[in-house]
């Protein structure tokens, strides 16, 4: 099955620094990536998402890209600020199917 | 927010007891999911079904039981549970085309607790 390694666990900024986190899977034919997150005692909440035609995408402070060939994908969050403190989930699927990484918790100090 | 929504909440429970955890999900999608999410682990899917018909099962012991009436409901019937079966269970739902996979949606979660 779907294996998925996502790094840091946990990353502290200060408000205004750039944070990314990196996520890398094993199944080449997996063709979606979303990226979630998760504020405490909140449910996870799609913020981003991307497909395998597409290298980059971004919203605003957000982008994602996608490396197909090193199987590797990364959230890129610009001029963070403390309401971006969260646990972030990368997810990869080839169908139906969602496989999760463990999460990265941010911490944006003031 | 009102795309999925579970009940209860919260609910606490001893090993001997019976209960259900319910979620529906007013999005008109066709697949349904299960997922457990406990403390310092990924969220592990548990149940898949794909218009009302159960597709995965990720060795989920037997104590817990899915039911799927139709595309909008789903049931997780909780019984004999152990306390390490203590977690957050979330639901969530998603459009399922063909070779295409569309973003899943979350409800908020039942906070289970097992005495």
């Known amino acids: 099955g779907e294996n998925v390694e996502q790094h840091p666990s946990t990353l502290s900024v200060q408000e205004g620094d750039s944070a990314v986190i990196k996520c890398t899977y094993s199944?080449?034919?997996?063709?979606?990536f979303p990226w979630y997150k998760q504020e405490l005692g909140k449910r996870p909440q799609l913020i981003i998402d991307i497909r395998s035609n597409v290298g980059e995408k971004k919203d605003q402070r957000i982008a994602v890209t996608l490396n197909k060939t090193a199987k590797h994908f990364s959230l890129h969050i610009t001029e963070t600020q403390p309401e971006d403190s969260a646990v972030y989930f990368c997810?990869?699927?080839?169908?139906?199917?969602?496989?999760f990484g463990k999460g990265t918790m941010l911490l944006v100090s003031p | 927010e009102t795309g999925v929504t579970q009940t209860p909440r919260h609910l606490v429970m001893g090993m001997t007891n019976k209960k259900s955890l319910k979620c529906e999900q007013h999005l008109g999608h066709n697949a349904m999911y299960w997922y457990k999410q406990s403390a310092k682990k990924p969220l592990e899917l548990m149940f898949v079904?794909?218009?009302?018909?159960?597709?995965e099962n990720n060795s989920v012991p037997s104590r817990f039981s899915p039911e799927c009436p139709n595309s909008s409901h789903l049931f997780l019937h909780l019984h004999t549970l152990q306390p390490e079966d203590s977690a957050l269970y979330l639901c969530?739902?998603?459009?399922?085309?063909?070779?295409?996979?569309?973003?899943?949606?979350f409800g908020p979660g039942t906070r289970l607790t097992v005495l």
């Open positions: 997810a990869v699927s080839g169908y139906s199917t969602l496989t």
């Open positions: 079904y794909n218009f009302k018909e159960q597709t």
């Open positions: 199944d080449s034919a997996s063709n979606y």
């Open positions: 969530a739902s998603s459009q399922v085309r063909e070779a295409q996979t569309d973003t899943q949606y």
